[in-house]
């Protein structure tokens, strides 16, 4: 075990008890560093309470009915609606009642300290938290993201939702106005939507438009279908709420909408405002530079791990940053060997190349890499294919008339994939396989020996690879090396 410093409170203090923090803690603690974290909300964090299990189990009994109706002989079995407050009911089950017990639990085995309260650097290897003030050798920033509110006449007035208000709502609005065409916009649009909400979603351009093209078609005619009015194009320009608590939304083209809540979903930032960086030369609000370990350039000591640093805002990738900067931590600090070169134990690699996301949206959302266009963008000579997933054997057992699309971005200079998106029922399930792809640069001539099991939907990477087709090179060098090949 490490003997701590007599000059320091602790080995390392981590800032943000959310998934992130709480993985920089846990992998920095296993290697016998001395530990603490400081949270001012409840352990756990944003995705435990507001965000990634709480949405889930929102659109969860939506995507069940709906895959349901989709199979001949289970369709006929239903009757009756959603339960709305049983889906609530649920919902809350995930949350533990927004009680964070258990978690507190989970940091006493872990050997972590506790510390409540607002967490401000005070200084180098300084935190102070109400009228304490700790030493360190090392901090972690793990803070998160705050939502983002678009400066709209009136709308800060009217009190609207932010996806926190949303995934925690105790009724299910009537009519329910959502801004912003993202992720969490169109999640939270068909959860509502399926819970009996009459929902407008507003998006100033195309629904997921960081995704290939037509991931943002096939989920503006899906919403459409299930009831959202999907208007594309569109800005609000005023926002009022009345004494009788209804919202009016007012539209660039003058066009009005009422509702009984507006929810607004466009963008988040770092949470960085109030942590103190001024104290170490830095700017608050602004994300954190750091290295691939996650220490911020130009300290040897401060770490931003997670959406402090703006890489990926993503719980998965963020709890991998953690992983890489705790064990990180934990060397510098016992001065072993650093693996920090790219892949490195020590290096959250992964973050430049392959960055996995899964959009729960009906149909979902799942993609990992680069999309053509950015690929083309870096420089990267590319060439993509595309296949109709309501093709594919295990996709027409899977639901009738199945729909969805899959696409490979495959470096033509390297003959490795860079790039995939899947969009369709279930494919959220498709991803990890892509993602081992790019992240092991598979060689598209090793892929075609990966057989996919019959009949199942990932039959849909021979299908892609088909549309690719072997280079004639490879098929050369297979048939002059078959004489190499003795069957015993």
């Not at 603490?36 to 189990?57: D, N, Q, R």
């Not at 369709?75 to 507190?104: M, N, P, Y």
């Not at 466009?266 to 949470?271: D, F, Y």
């Not at 805002?313 to 934990?330: D, F, N, S």
């Amino acid at each position: 075990m490490n003997d701590l410093d007599s000059r320091y409170d602790y080995d390392l203090i981590v800032v943000g008890a959310g998934p992130v923090g709480e993985n920089v803690a846990d992998y920095a603690t296993k290697r016998g560093i001395r530990a603490a974290i400081v949270e001012s909300e409840l352990v756990g964090g944003e995705c435990s309470y507001w965000a990634c299990m709480p949405s889930k189990a929102l659109l969860r009994s939506g995507h069940a009915l709906r895959a349901a109706q989709r199979v001949g002989g289970a369709r006929e079995a239903l009757g009756g609606r959603i339960d709305a407050d049983a889906v609530l009911a649920r919902r809350s089950a995930f949350t533990d009642q927004w009680k964070d017990d258990g978690q507190v639990a989970w940091l006493e085995s872990a050997g972590i300290d506790l510390i409540r309260g607002h967490a401000r650097l005070a200084g180098p290897h300084r935190v102070s938290v109400g009228d304490r003030t700790f030493t360190a050798k090392a901090v972690a920033l793990a803070t998160g993201s705050v939502p983002f509110l678009p400066p709209v006449p009136g709308l800060d007035a009217a009190n609207p939702w932010g996806t926190r208000e949303a995934t925690s709502a105790d009724h299910v609005p009537p009519r329910l106005v959502v801004v912003g065409g993202g992720v969490a916009g169109t999640e939270l649009a068909l959860a509502f939507s399926s819970l009996g909400s009459h929902v407008t979603l507003l998006s100033r351009g195309a629904l997921l438009e960081q995704e290939e093209p037509f991931v943002g078609e096939y989920l503006a005619a899906s919403l459409a279908a299930e009831g959202v009015d999907v208007r594309l194009g569109a800005t609000p320009a005023r926002v009022d709420r009345d004494t009788n608590g209804v919202v009016s939304v007012q539209l660039a083209d003058g066009t009005v909408l009422q509702a009984e809540e507006i929810l607004v979903s466009t963008g988040r930032r770092p949470n960085t405002s109030d942590v103190g960086l001024e104290t170490v030369g830095l700017t608050p609000g602004a994300a954190l530079t750091v290295d691939d370990t996650m220490l911020v350039v130009g300290t040897d000591w401060l770490y931003g791990v997670g959406d402090v640093n703006g890489r990926a805002l993503l719980t998965h990738q963020g709890k991998y940053q953690a992983r890489a900067a705790g064990e990180a931590i934990a060397a510098r600090l016992q001065g072993t060997t650093l693996s920090d070169g790219s892949w490195g134990w020590h290096a959250a690699t992964a973050d430049h190349r392959a960055v996995p996301h899964v959009v729960f949206t009906d149909p979902e959302v799942a993609s990992v890499g680069l999309t053509e266009a950015r690929a083309r963008a870096v420089g990267l000579n590319v060439r993509a294919v595309e296949y109709d997933l309501g093709w594919v054997s295990g996709a027409k057992l899977h639901a009738d008339g199945y729909s969805g699309r899959a696409k490979l971005v495959v470096d033509e200079d390297r003959q490795i994939v860079v790039g995939a998106t899947f969009v369709g029922q279930d494919v959220a399930e498709l991803l990890h396989s892509a993602t081992i792809a790019i992240v092991g640069e598979v060689p598209i001539e090793r892929l075609w020996h990966a057989v996919p099991s019959y009949p199942t939907i990932s039959e849909i990477w021979l299908r892609l690879l088909e549309t690719y087709g072997r280079p004639e090179a490879v098929i050369a060098t297979a048939s002059e090396g078959r004489d190499l090949l003795t069957v015993s």
